[in-house]
């Protein structure tokens, strides 16, 4: 038994052993071949397939060098990434054909005389490096620049070989941690592209709402919410009442609405770097997306529209507030602590006022009335005396010697002022007071003394500071003691005391007209603009000598001025002739028409220079004239053009003679055609249609005598010619006028006056003075009082 079993166990032992002689050959080629023996049969047998494969290196160990790993780093400045990172073998992944520095790691690297990479393990696929190409090396560190080719082999395996003689023997490093790839892989995407898009969307929806909310919602202060709630529309205080509880959290509502928009916009961020990769497409998408859909927009529709995207937003913002709260209402009680809380503040007066000026140029287009007066009223409390007073050189004011005769007191009540100051020497002097009411019971015939009326009355005058506030000087006029005082202003003197000089006077009516933005006219104002000292176009001009007796001359032009006259007109257009208008008719029209500019009936102020003579306007430019005028004697002032050019015309020379050339084509006309009566003629006259615009200005400033006929006065010339040369016609008369051949009375006729400028019949007397000398008056300058 025992040596059948030992004999079992030598035969398991032989057979065992016949396979390992078998593959143990092939481990050392090179030694057959270095004895120049051939090789076995097993060799011999595949001869193709030895010619193809490359040839194995033999297997070396290295005694002392130790790789521990490696690493590699693109060239400096390199815009590249070139280094990938590592794959799931650990294997490190770059780009192929790219330069990069690879650095190694180990011990006893002093030993190394060369090292390579190889693809197919053969160490002689690829450069070798020496040790003159190592560009640094120390006992544990290496570093060489190489580059890596784009190959069917993608994985490069280290090679090191220690010093040699002759030929290197490289060792493969089988390490994964030293094996380089150039082959990338495809990164797996974060998420699928139909749950990644939509979530890009929503994010970009939320930072939108975010940003908008933060804009719309935190300009609406609590303060104007309430003026919603207040005054808005029902949509509007719907709205404000569901935002306001939601406002007043102020810096928790602040906080919720940031973080969540830096949440949102990184989320963008880091979704669109998973979705594109790294690199400037990802910054530049990021920063489009966040910017214009993130910002831009929502933040333009909630500066129009914030009040109702607020309140339909207000649940979204409500679920913030309680997701966040943990966070926020820390960072919140810390603003709240050394910021305060928010204060509700009411706007102040200078800017609420400012606010009104742009609000009613938005809204309305203009100010309207109301708007002055509410404006007015709220600028008066920043405005003092000197804003709304009449200038000292504007103030009317009479001397204390003054006589008042009939003559004079009807310049006083053509001034149409109800309160006159009273000066002593110098016009800055002011004594007393005359009220226009005090002169009720008074008789002009005694000549009595204004001083001696302004002590009878002994009306007070009060005076203040030019730095006044006009509320405080409002509310001295309210009390009723006073309507009316006199400004001063304190001047400085070297060497003397500083003294109180009169620079104007102010009045409540000013102070009214400050806060309703516009001037109160009555029926005795004699100006319409205290600032510009605009005169009064008076519909109707009282005449107060019918009341107050006054000596005027009658006036008419002499028998040699009459027949030079005659002679010029006949001779200067046809219409003058006897074809159309008779001698005598002619000799009546003129004597008839003739007028005469005469001194301003205020002479004694013309006299100290202090009212100025207002001219006598004889033609507007642009506005239509049916007046043909011949100076006779002086001069008129003409302006031409833009530039306004100055002319003067003397004696004989006339204006409008368009208008009589009208007069004839229309008599010709009215001639010719037998259906067009006279009737028509006579109204084509009074509709004005016989006339001319004229392009200049043509005014009279000095003593003139000139003759000025109208169409109509021309059409009744004509129509008392025809009656002259043949009787039987019968003439269409267009009103009441009588013809000029009937004998025309010569009843005394009131001057036509023209402003403060009297227009008179002319007689052979001269113009008379209207006020005595004796007078010897010094008012000052007129303004409104």
């Given at each position: ?207 939108g709402l975010f940003s908008g909310l933060n804009l719309g919602l935190m300009t609406l202060s609590p303060y104007e919410l309430q003026l919603y709630i207040a005054s808005g529309t029902k949509a509007e205080k719907r709205a404000a009442e569901r935002i306001l509880p939601l406002r007043k959290k102020g810096n928790q509502l602040l906080c919720t609405l940031l973080i969540g928009n830096v949440i949102v916009n990184v989320g963008v961020s880091l979704l669109l770097d998973k979705i594109l990769g790294s690199g400037y497409i990802v ?23 914030g009040l109702p995207i607020g309140s339909k937003t207000v649940p979204i913002t409500q679920l913030l507030l309680i997701l966040t709260w943990p966070l926020t209402i820390l960072i919140s009680m810390v603003l709240d602590l050394f910021l305060k809380e928010e204060l509700t503040r009411s706007l102040e007066r200078s800017k609420l006022v400012e606010m009104l000026k742009m609000s009613e140029k938005t809204v309305i287009g203009g100010q309207s009335d109301e708007f002055k007066m509410v404006l007015g009223a709220l600028e008066l ?405």
């Amino acid at each position: 038994m025992s040596k059948g079993k030992w004999a079992l166990v030598a035969l398991l032992i032989l057979i065992s052993n016949l396979p390992l002689s078998v593959h143990s050959r092939p481990q050392s080629p090179s030694n057959d071949q270095s004895d120049g023996k051939p090789s076995n049969s097993n060799v011999s047998e595949s001869p193709a397939i030895i010619q193809d494969a490359p040839p194995k290196p033999e297997i070396y160990h290295l005694a002392k060098v130790r790789v521990a790993g490696l690493r590699l780093e693109a060239k400096v400045f390199s815009s590249e990434n070139v280094v990938m990172g590592h794959n799931r073998r650990h294997n490190v992944v770059i780009k192929p054909n790219e330069a990069v520095r690879v650095i190694l790691f180990g011990q006893n690297f002093q030993d190394i005389g060369a090292i390579s990479f190889t693809a197919d393990g053969s160490c002689t696929d690829m450069e070798h490096f020496y040790e003159a190409d190592f560009s640094s090396m120390t006992n544990i560190r290496l570093v060489v620049e190489m580059k890596f080719p784009s190959s069917e082999a993608k994985v490069f395996k280290l090679c090191v070989s220690e010093k040699f003689y002759a030929n290197p023997k490289f060792a493969v490093i089988e390490d994964s941690f030293t094996t380089i790839t150039t082959d990338v892989p495809i990164p797996e995407p974060f998420m699928p592209s139909y749950i990644s898009i939509p979530a890009l969307i929503i994010l970009l929806c939320l930072s939108g709402l975010f940003s908008g909310l933060n804009l719309g919602l935190m300009t609406l202060s609590p303060y104007e919410l309430q003026l919603y709630i207040a005054s808005g529309t029902k949509a509007e205080k719907r709205a404000a009442e569901r935002i306001l509880p939601l406002r007043k959290k102020g810096n928790q509502l602040l906080c919720t609405l940031l973080i969540g928009n830096v949440i949102v916009n990184v989320g963008v961020s880091l979704l669109l770097d998973k979705i594109l990769g790294s690199g400037y497409i990802v910054l530049l998408s990021a920063t489009f997306g966040i910017v214009v859909f993130g910002e831009i927009i929502p933040q333009a529709l909630c500066v129009k529209w914030g009040l109702p995207i607020g309140s339909k937003t207000v649940p979204i913002t409500q679920l913030l507030l309680i997701l966040t709260w943990p966070l926020t209402i820390l960072i919140s009680m810390v603003l709240d602590l050394f910021l305060k809380e928010e204060l509700t503040r009411s706007l102040e007066r200078s800017k609420l006022v400012e606010m009104l000026k742009m609000s009613e140029k938005t809204v309305i287009g203009g100010q309207s009335d109301e708007f002055k007066m509410v404006l007015g009223a709220l600028e008066l409390y920043d405005k003092t005396v000197a804003h709304s007073m009449t200038r000292f050189e504007d103030i009317f004011s009479v001397p204390s010697y003054l006589e008042l005769n009939p003559t004079m007191v009807t310049q006083i009540l053509e001034m149409g002022y109800t309160r006159i100051p009273i000066y002593e020497g110098d016009p800055k002097n002011v004594v007393s007071l005359l009220f226009v009411k005090d002169l009720a019971l008074l008789d002009p015939q005694e000549n009595l003394k204004v001083m001696n009326i302004a002590n009878l009355y002994n009306h007070e005058v009060r005076r203040v500071l030019i730095d006044m506030p006009l509320r405080t000087m409002l509310e001295e006029f309210k009390r009723g003691e006073y309507h009316m005082a006199l400004v001063e202003k304190l001047v400085e003197q070297e060497d003397r005391d500083p003294v109180y000089e009169l620079c104007g006077l102010i009045t409540l009516e000013d102070i009214i007209e400050e806060i309703i933005q516009c001037e109160i006219i009555d029926e005795t104002d004699a100006v319409t603009d205290n600032v510009n000292r605009k005169k009064r176009q008076r519909k109707k001009n009282h005449d107060m000598s019918q009341i107050i007796k006054t000596s005027h001359v009658k006036c008419a032009i002499n028998i040699q001025l009459l027949a030079v006259t005659i002679q010029v007109m006949s001779t200067c257009h046809p219409v003058f002739s006897s074809k159309y208008i008779v001698p005598s008719v002619l000799e009546k029209l003129i004597r008839t028409h003739c007028k005469k500019v005469e001194a301003t009936q205020f002479s004694c102020l013309k006299e100290i220079g202090l009212v100025q003579n207002k001219p006598a306007v004889l033609y507007t430019k642009g506005e239509m004239s049916t007046s043909f005028v011949m100076i006779l004697t002086g001069s008129v002032l003409v302006k031409i053009g833009k530039e306004e050019m100055e002319l003067e015309a003397g004696a004989w020379h006339n204006f409008g003679t368009e208008v009589l050339d009208a007069m004839v084509e229309a008599i010709a006309k009215s001639q010719a055609d037998e259906e067009k009566s006279t009737m028509s003629l006579n109204a084509e006259v009074a509709n004005n249609t016989v006339g001319f615009v004229p392009d200049f200005d043509a005014s009279i400033v000095s003593q003139c005598t000139f003759c000025e006929i109208s169409a109509a006065d021309l059409l009744l010339a004509f129509n008392s010619s025809q009656l002259v040369n043949n009787p039987n016609n019968q003439v269409i008369r267009t009103d009441s006028r009588t013809s000029l051949i009937e004998e025309i009375p010569k009843e005394f006729i009131l001057p036509r006056r023209n402003g403060s400028v009297k227009l008179r019949t002319v007689s052979e007397s001269e113009t008379t003075q209207l006020l005595p000398e004796m007078n010897g008056c010094k008012f000052a300058k007129g303004n409104e009082i």
